[in-house]
């Protein structure tokens, strides 16, 4: 009896469905129009699909879901009526936040206003406690004036309450405490404490995290709830139903219901765990991401197989302060717009046509050039193979687009401007990959860039070879690449602890010993969720500075540490700033400000499909011939079916390769070839 | 190097090296507070990038501090004067205000040339603040300055490295005038590096597009932030306008407000802003050079034109400044300069108010300016000296339409605040306070942003310096809107000892055990405060922002009790606004 993997992808407009079979290792996709209302509908009609295929309901053995509900309440205020509770005297953490305003227009914007507050004033309590930076208690909790102002945020019909007290990363106590009463006094109040969500130093990131989750967990949670008796109902009983999170795993549908903050980058992260396994199987460990969609692109990095982490963002301006895979984000997509101002300059973004009217091509009444009418004046898109056919574009509007607003004021050739405004995007997307690659110390020289999205095939082999990147890799299924990455995540948490340690005054047997507190934490956690030991593996990081420095560097270690290492790891935290900064400082004292652990229930990998060759000729996925246009120079070019590419051909540029829901692009001096995978793999000069 | 003329660079390349500018300024910026070593840089960011041409013009800055576009050129300038043997792997070093363009001493300004096949192209720069540069004070920021030799360790233009190779003297001189050697010349390393970071990305960008195109480019693109910047101004009323501010004083003179007087003259797409009504020098360290009072001019330009305008030297070029040397604005050398924001912030606050009527609907009352405290003693927790530096904001001022933000950083100061957990584990500090002041807001129709209160405990002996504004002379209201409340330092507060400190303070003796609390100004409101929907007074007064008495007395809004919180009381506020018409 076979059995499947199901996993969808929620996105604005479509939900994104990919089904495995786990014996043939078969894989099928679908798109089913996203209800935003309650997306649980798109995926239960995803969940029919393949039941009307003949699978039993039974034989659905695992299901994820990666999901922007939590983010749109987020986005759209939509999150539960919210309190606060802090220590006494510090309601002005979460009123001032960072108190400066975000670098570049910004400090120029006299209109500039912050994110409103989740938890106002009037829903903020204080409690008598205080804890000194080394742990002491300084003040006990006074739980009888807290009795009282927990009653008083109770009838003010609060759903939800944040606590967040100073150093309580170190002495979690008063806060747990705090949890106990509210049960006692508000037993219908959820309830998030900062020492849970993110015991870190930092009290207005940790209380911001903390707030966000408050706000969220409970509409979370009700969805989950309510996604899960449907999906029961509808025969599907697994155990095995995930959830992915912002750091790249995913966690169990009751685990997620707790930790509702850990969703927020819940959608792009399935995209980067399927680059990341891509980067495993492709023979390309380094691959720079690059995800390009209608209003924006983004770009991730992948060192040796694996995704850089960062353990600080902002969401919409709000301030997370969880491991989140590192995501660099340009305005930059299909609908950005261009257009000459009236100085003669030829601006490119970041103003996006949005869905509405759109780029002039849809025909929706948009008269300004985007970047989509730009690749379809260029030939690059097929006018009659958008969405698979099921949208046609309307190549004199865009022509007349590029025309009226950009070639005529600029005086050049329409063809010209259109490759001008191509361009000029590219160079936007480049510094964005620049600054999470060169910046940081790598050689785009070792790396691929992996592309998909619905634009991001169109631009990448330009993009790559000014980037002087190796080459491109395009995947089988690039537009619901997310949903492909659900199918082969594994479960990951991250547990968290703050306590600046000078390194040199610290042993090895202490780092070990917080560490195995930490990880006590994890197995029982993974055993709960039915990991065995041998399916769980744990890693361990430091963070560590320079005494003094305001930002932490993540170092790896393996533990337990043996006398000695200690001296390694600060050895190894110089050679990584290095890498990282351009310089070092051995002789500075350093120290450690966290202890990061990571505990991972390995799920069993599924086997991504190895295709054999069929012997199909490359004549017969040529569909047709198209003109494009090239450094200045019409050619015409032939047009590949990527479902007609048989593996192991190869073939030069100038090329166009259509599929379901995107083209790629290949200049002249550009070799593809199908590797076992059936992803495309391109590089520059002769096959 | 030969450059290519500039009009005739075609508009997608000029984008393209646009972009690239961007790029590189933002990879440098990042650097740089990714590998800042102190607090300051790396918590509070006062620090920024930027790229000079080889006249030292700036090409593209990321902004993280407005006032630093009129820094650059002038430390550039001042390196170009002192050295005709400038090559690459050079890199020199500067803090002066007088021979450049530091605003005080602690702006540290690093500077690489950056060559091109031979020929000097450009300059990549950086200026960050350092905790202590050495002076009277921790911090050397005195107050009772009065001549820049009270300022700390003054480096004119000097090499620091050739070859690559660092001159180890230049180190050890300040490290044996620093009081945190360990952070300025950490802080200074990570300038190094960006710089470098700065360099190989120019050469790659003239790699890509040729040097003599990416030239013309840098050129054209000054021209075109000249031509938007006069475009705007061109549709501004013409005429004269007038107006003045006061700092409360000058740290030395007390009770002797200092005054800036600008007069601003505009005739088509010409603007010049004359100072020369403003006070003499002053003889406490409120004076500020005139690089400064360009760049505070930019600043309002910039927010009253377009935020998103491309910055560069081009925009400087705009608009005339006349300061009169010997006056607060030009004061002459040695007079001291440390405690500049003060004035800076009155500056903008006057060309913000003289440009009010030109620029309808971006009116805005006045801020809390922005304040810095420098606690330092040689107990650190790790048993070092230690300088504990904060950046503090308070209210910002009403505006058309929108409240002024509350605990924020202002106008050209940008400091992020230092979190409480990091200060109390660094420093023998602790904290018993930190929230907003009610009824602080300037009253208005749009009502001005409340101050913050900060009370600290002292835990070992230390000395205490402060550099505010705004204690004695309010932000003001705009448009028949209230001022914002007053800022204030009491030492020992609702205590035996209690004093009060003036507005600008240094080396105030604190004892282990002695406590301070600092309040910073609220913002001013703006508009008739009666005039407010009674709606949004209620909701001020429900979340803790406005109390029920200044409701009354000053929005003319009565309020009654109602369960937890409170409601208008129709009837009662219709008599009160009454009364007052």
């Known amino acids: 009896m076979a059995r499947f993997r199901l996993t969808v992808d929620t996105g604005g407009t479509f939900s994104d469905f990919v089904y495995v079979n786990e014996a043939t290792g078969a894989i099928s996709v679908a798109k089913v129009p996203s209800t935003p209302d309650d997306p649980s509908r798109a995926i239960l009609a ?115 309450i944040a606590v967040c007290y100073l150093f309580s990363f170190l002495a979690p106590q008063h806060e747990r405490r705090t949890r106990e009463i509210i049960a006692e006094e508000a037993p219908d109040v959820e309830v998030s404490l900062s020492s849970d969500i993110v015991p870190l130093i930092r009290e207005y990131y940790r209380l911001s995290t903390t707030v966000i989750n408050a706000y969220l967990q409970p509409i979370l949670a009700r969805y989950i709830d309510n996604l899960d008796a449907r999906l029961k109902n509808a025969g599907v009983t697994t155990p095995q139903k995930y959830i992915m999170q912002s750091n790249g795993g995913m966690s169990t549908f009751a685990e997620t219901a707790k930790k509702a903050v850990a969703t927020v980058l819940s959608g792009p992260a399935g995209g980067i765990v399927a680059s990341v396994r891509a980067a495993q199987t492709s023979g390309f460990p380094n691959l720079i991401t690059f995800d390009m969609g209608g ?41 950005t717009l261009a257009g000459v101002d009236r100085f003669g300059e030829l601006i490119v973004g970041p103003q996006s046509a949005g869905a509405q009217p759109g780029p002039a091509c849809y025909g929706r009444g948009g008269k300004r ?135 040199s005054k610290a042993s090895e047997a202490e780092v070990n010993a917080a560490f195995a507190e930490l990880e006590k934490q994890a197995r029982a956690d993974l055993a709960r969720e039915d990991f065995a030991d041998k399916s769980i593996r744990i890693e361990y990081a430091l963070d560590m500075r320079y005494a003094g420095q305001g930002y932490e560097m993540t170092i790896p270690c393996a533990v337990p540490l043996a006398p000695g290492d200690l001296k390694k790891l600060r050895a190894n935290f110089d050679e990584e700033h290095c890498k990282s900064f351009g310089h070092t400082a051995p002789d500075e004292p350093v120290e450690i400000v966290s202890w990061r652990l990571r505990g991972v229930g390995l799920v069993p990998p599924v086997q991504l499909p190895v295709y054999a060759p069929t012997g199909a000729p490359l004549e017969k996925a040529v569909r047709a011939t198209r003109k494009a246009r ?29 599929q379901l829901d995107c083209t790629t692009v290949m200049p002249p001096g550009f070799c593809a070839r199908v590797d076992t995978h059936k992803n495309l793999v391109i590089t520059m000069g002769a096959a | 190097m030969d450059a290519r003329a500039p009009e005739t660079i075609d508009a997608v390349e000029l984008e393209i090296i646009k972009a690239s500018l961007d790029g ?93 096949k031979g020929a000097l192209v450009g300059f990549c720069a950086s200026i960050a603040h350092k905790g202590d540069i050495g002076g009277p004070v921790p911090g050397s920021c005195s107050g009772q300055a009065k001549e820049t030799f009270n300022e700390g360790l003054h480096l004119p233009a000097v090499r620091y490295q050739r070859a690559l190779k660092g001159m180890n ?45 990416a030239l013309a480019s840098f050129e054209r693109l000054m021209t075109l932030a000249e031509r938007r910047m006069r475009a705007a101004i061109s549709e501004w009323r013409d005429g004269r306008y007038e107006a003045e501010r006061f700092v409360d004083d000058d740290g030395v003179r007390l009770n002797h407000p200092v005054r800036i007087h600008l007069v601003v003259e505009k005739h088509g797409d010409n603007i010049s802003f004359d100072f020369s009504g403003s006070d003499d020098q002053a003889v406490g360290p409120a004076n500020i050079r005139p690089p400064l009072v360009r760049a505070a001019i930019a600043y309002c330009l910039i927010a009253l034109v377009d935020p998103h305008i491309f910055i560069n030297s081009g925009l400087m070029r705009a608009f005339d400044v006349i300061t009169r040397e010997g006056s607060i604005m030009n004061p002459r050398f040695p007079a001291p300069v440390n405690t500049y924001n003060p004035t800076v912030h009155a500056t903008v606050e006057a060309v913000f108010a003289a440009l009010a009527d030109i620029a309808p609907g971006k009116a805005r009352a006045d801020s809390c300016g922005s304040r810095s405290i420098i606690i330092g003693g040689r107990g650190g927790r790790a048993g070092q ?55 602080s807001g300037g009253a208005g129709a749009t009502r001005g942003g409340l101050g913050i209160r900060r009370e600290y405990l002292n835990l070992d002996d230390a000395r205490f310096s402060i550099r505010s504004t705004k204690h004695v002379i309010a932000p003001n209201g705009a448009a028949g809107g209230g001022k914002g409340r007053t800022g204030d330092i009491i030492v020992n507060p609702d205590r035996e000892g209690e004093k009060r400190l003036p507005t600008r303070y240094a080396d105030y003796p604190l004892k282990k055990g002695d406590g301070f609390r600092l309040d910073t100004p609220g913002g001013g409101g703006l508009g008739d405060a009666f005039a407010r929907d009674p709606a949004l007074v209620e909701q001020d007064v429900n979340e803790g922002y406005v109390s029920v008495e200044a409701a009354a007395r000053d929005y003319g809004v009565a309020l009654n009790s109602v369960g937890r919180g409170f409601r208008v009381d129709l009837e009662a506020t219709a008599k009160l606004r009454a009364a007052r018409a």
């Open chain 2, 169 to 213: 003297e230049i180190d050890r001189i300040i490290a044996a005038n620093s009081r945190t050697p360990e952070l300025v010349l950490g802080d200074i390393r990570g300038q190094l590096g960006c710089a470098r970071l700065g360099e190989q990305r120019l050469r790659e960008l003239l790699d890509k597009v040729g040097a003599p195109v």
């Open chain 1, 630 to 658: 090239f450094d200045g120079v019409d050619i015409e070019c032939p047009v590949y079916q990527r479902e007609g590419l048989d593996v192991g051909v190869s073939f030069t540029g100038p090329a166009l390769i259509d």
């Open chain 1, 369 to 503: 050039p985007t970047i989509t009418d730009c690749n379809l004046v260029l030939g690059y898109l097929s006018p009659d193979n958008f969405l698979g056919g099921k949208m046609t574009l309307d190549t004199s509007a865009a022509h007349e687009a590029v025309e009226t607003e950009i070639a005529r004021p600029l005086k050049m050739e329409t063809s010209a401007a259109a490759e001008g405004v191509v361009r000029i995007i590219n160079v936007k997307m480049e510094e964005a990959i620049k600054a999470i690659s060169t910046m940081r110390g790598h050689d785009l020289r070792d790396f691929m860039l992996l592309a998909f999205g619905g634009a991001g095939p169109l631009h990448a082999c330009r993009m790559a070879a000014e980037l002087g990147m190796k080459g491109v890799l395009v995947p089988l299924h690039p537009g619901v690449y997310s949903a492909m990455g659900l199918v082969m995540s594994d479960v990951k948490h991250d547990y968290l602890r703050s306590k600046l340690t000078a390194i």
């Open chain 1, 46 to 160: 995803g969940v029919e699909l393949l039941i009307e295929q003949g699978v039993a309901p039974a034989d659905i053995a695992y299901v994820c879901h990666g999901t922007t509900v939590g983010t749109n309440a987020l986005l759209e205020g939509k999150g539960v009526r919210t309190g606060l509770i802090v220590t006494k005297g510090f309601r002005g953490i979460y009123e001032v936040a960072e108190q400066s305003r975000p670098h570049g227009p910004t400090i120029f914007d006299i209109g500039y206003t912050r994110p409103t507050m989740l938890a106002p004033p009037s829903r903020t309590g204080e409690a008598e406690e205080r804890v000194a930076f080394d742990g002491e208690v300084l003040t006990p909790l006074n739980e009888v004036a807290l009795r009282r102002t927990i009653r008083d945020l109770a009838a003010q019909d609060m759903k939800s």
């Open chain 2, 24 to 116: 590189i300024v933002q990879e440098m910026q990042n650097s740089l507070f990714r590998t800042g070593y102190s607090t300051i840089v790396r918590e509070s960011q006062d620090a920024s990038c930027a790229l000079l041409d080889a006249r030292g013009d700036v090409i593209a800055q990321h902004v993280v501090l407005p006032l630093h576009i009129g820094s650059f050129p002038a430390c550039c300038a001042a390196v170009l004067r002192a050295y005709d043997d400038i090559e690459e792997g050079d890199a020199y070093l500067i803090n002066h205000p007088y021979e450049g363009g530091s605003p005080h001493a602690p702006d540290m300004c690093v500077l690489t040339p950056a060559f091109y």
């Open chain 1, 295 to 335: 209003t924006s692109c983004d770009v991730a990095l992948i060192k040796d197989g694996a995704a850089t982490i960062s353990n600080r963002g902002k969401v919409e301006g709000r301030d997370v302060a969880l491991p989140m895979i590192d995501i660099n984000t340009v305005s930059a997509g299909g609908g």
């Open chain 2, 385 to 439: 000296g230690y300088v504990q530096y904060e950046i503090l904001g308070g209210g910002g001022g009403a505006r058309a339409g929108q409240d002024g933000a509350s605990g924020t950083s202002v106008n050209q100061s940008n400091a992020k605040i230092a979190p409480v957990e990091i200060i109390e584990s660094e420093f023998p500090t602790r904290l018993l306070r930190f929230e907003l002041i009610q009824d």
